[in-house]
């Protein structure tokens, strides 16, 4: 399975890159890895990621926001501040 929460651009006609994952986690046995990433094409046409991973605790619940400004991102787990990459 792949528990996900991300924004993709509609403007494109939601052709990947960009996409922004606020929270990704896929396979059993990985329910309490939770990943971040900042999927897009550089000025150059080549496609990047940034991201993160956390582990949590999958038996509780959590929280999970993004914060997405002109050239930055910050994600949030459970109102902690978690990584930011950068693009």
Do not use: M
């Not at 991300?6 to 990985?30: C, F, M």
């Not at 550089?42 to 993160?52: H, I, K, L, Y």
């Not at 509780?60 to 400004?69: G, L, R, V």
């Amino acid at each position: 399975y792949i528990t996900d929460f991300w924004l993709a651009s509609a403007s494109n006609n939601y052709k990947w890159p960009p996409e922004i994952d606020i929270y990704e986690t896929s396979g059993v046995g990985n329910a309490g890895k939770a990943h971040i990433f900042n999927h897009y094409r550089d000025s150059g046409g080549v496609n990047r990621s940034e991201g993160r991973e956390r582990t949590l605790d999958a038996s509780q619940w959590h929280t999970y926001a993004c914060n997405w400004q002109p050239g930055s991102i910050q994600w949030y787990v459970d109102g902690v501040a978690v990584g930011s990459p950068i693009t």
